[in-house]
């Protein structure tokens, strides 16, 4: 079977898990694909991801790279033929970027179909094709050829205040299309299954559940030497509550700064709490909310860093704090799982599907709760012991090996619908 698997516009640090999920799902079909004569196409327009895929793949794996450079050119022209006013907006927007001016513009640009103008991914005669990240390219939704649909969430059906006018927009004209046009749909937890279900009325047979595994990276580190040079590297404090999320709005980094202030104020309280994640559209609002607080002293902020150092940290900390409103999986919460990190976190969405019994749960919405939580397990020895033995016991149920063979699965059985 030949399959194609397209991660056109996937850029480093650009959509958080699902990058995660798509890195370590090549790796793991090239591990446990191994007997069978199927052959991979990785569609990628970006080096960097380029590079890193290349570190994991077999001979029956084949990337078909396009240069940024190739595809903003292929784009540029796209938009010029197709909508010149807003490309003549775009131009004078660049211009005054480099005069340190801003927009000038605010342009609501929809790219989606261009990369169907750069490649025609039928043209590999693929058996089937895999659209890894939640919306099927325009282009492609009319083909013949069987497609397979990874979709995380569909959060904006419940949340559309957390987007902007030009991202609901785009998820409106393309996420139920997508959904509705796929031949397989794979789901990253059973919470997604309902809400495609619900929201788009997507028949149950066509939607396949696969959890993400998690990296080996993520265990117990006992060397010494290791947690010391991480420690070191960013001043860690020997204790610290931690909770890695990029700065988006349902990530509630604002809720969770109010319970680090009453536990200031009422419990006398004032462990670190050390921040990590890209930053995204409520950055500026947390930032001024640490200022507001008078937290600067309390929150350590360490942005994106180096993968390699994750792993460390999770290590490092004494408990992990996950405050989030929305998640279509949460895979912090299985990578602390995996390092031996007692969880207190939403009782949101997915999360208590992934946590299960091995984590305290809070309402995301009542700062004094969070604040509780986190005061009852940061004092709590034996329950911390508690929740590391049945968070060990809960990521085992998660493994990259299950996650390919269910993706496998998915092929084939889409495969089968159209034959």
């Given at each position: 079977m030949r399959i194609g698997?397209?991660?056109?516009?996937?850029?480093?640090?650009?959509?958080?898990?699902?990058?995660?999920?798509?890195?370590?799902?090549?790796?793991?079909?090239?591990?446990t694909d191994k007997e069978n004569e199927n052959e991979y196409y990785v569609f990628l327009n970006d080096k960097e991801i380029k590079e890193t895929i290349q570190q994991n793949i077999g001979l029956r794996v084949k990337i078909i790279y396009i240069s940024q450079f190739y595809t903003y050119f292929t784009g540029a022209f796209f938009i010029l033929f197709t909508r010149p006013s807003v490309f003549i907006k775009l131009l004078i927007n660049k211009f005054s970027r480099v005069l340190s001016i801003g927009n000038i513009y605010e342009v609501d640009i929809d790219m989606s179909g261009v990369y169907g103008k750069i490649v025609n991914l039928d043209s590999y005669k693929m058996d089937v094709?895999?659209?890894?990240?939640?919306?099927?390219?325009?282009?492609?939704?009319?083909?013949?050829?069987?497609?397979?649909?990874?979709?995380?969430?569909?959060?904006?059906?419940?949340?559309?205040?957390?987007?902007?006018?030009?991202?609901?927009?785009?998820?409106?004209?393309?996420?139920?299309?997508?959904?509705?046009?796929?031949?397989?749909?794979?789901?990253?937890?059973?919470?997604?299954?309902?809400?495609?279900?619900?929201?788009?009325?997507?028949?149950?047979?066509?939607?396949?559940?696969?959890?993400?595994?998690?990296s080996r990276d993520f265990k117990k580190i006992e060397d010494q030497k290791t947690l010391s040079a991480v420690k070191e590297k960013y001043a860690l404090p020997d204790e610290f509550i931690f909770y890695p999320a990029s700065t988006w709005l349902h990530k509630n980094h604002i809720k969770l700064l109010a319970a680090i202030s009453i536990l200031k104020k009422k419990y006398d309280f004032e462990k670190k709490l050390v921040l990590t994640g890209i930053p995204m559209n409520n950055h500026s609002r947390i930032i001024d909310t640490i200022k507001r607080l008078n937290l600067e002293k309390q929150v350590i902020f360490l942005h994106f860093i180096p993968f390699s150092d994750i792993p460390v940290i999770y290590n490092l900390a004494a408990i992990m704090v996950f405050p989030s409103l929305f998640e279509g999986f949460g895979i912090p919460l299985l990578e602390a799982m995996n390092a031996g990190l007692p969880i207190t976190c939403s009782d949101r969405t997915s999360i208590p599907e992934?946590?299960?019994?091995?984590?305290?749960?809070?309402?995301?919405?009542?700062?004094?709760?969070?604040?509780?939580?986190?005061?009852?397990?940061?004092?709590?020895?034996?329950?911390?012991?508690?929740?590391?033995?049945?968070?060990?016991?809960?990521?085992?149920?998660?493994?990259?090996?299950?996650?390919a063979e269910k993706t496998l699965s998915a092929y084939n059985h889409a495969t089968n619908l159209v034959r």
């Open positions: 698997i397209n991660a056109l516009g996937l850029k480093p640090a650009s959509c958080g898990g699902m990058e995660i999920y798509f890195r370590n799902l090549i790796k793991a079909l090239c591990e094709i895999h659209f890894p990240f939640t919306i099927i390219d325009p282009s492609f939704l009319n083909i013949k050829t069987p497609i397979v649909l990874t979709i995380p969430d569909i959060q904006q059906e419940y949340y559309p205040e957390f987007f902007n006018k030009s991202e609901l927009n785009m998820r409106k004209k393309l996420y139920k299309p997508s959904a509705e046009r796929a031949d397989i749909i794979l789901t990253i937890s059973e919470t997604t299954k309902k809400t495609l279900i619900e929201k788009y009325g997507i028949k149950p047979e066509k939607i396949i559940v696969s959890y993400p595994g998690c992934i946590v299960g019994d091995a984590g305290i749960y809070f309402n995301p919405d009542i700062p004094e709760d969070i604040a509780e939580k986190i005061f009852l397990l940061w004092h709590s020895n034996d329950m911390k012991k508690e929740l590391i033995r049945k968070g060990f016991e809960r990521a085992a149920l998660s493994k990259w090996k299950e996650t």
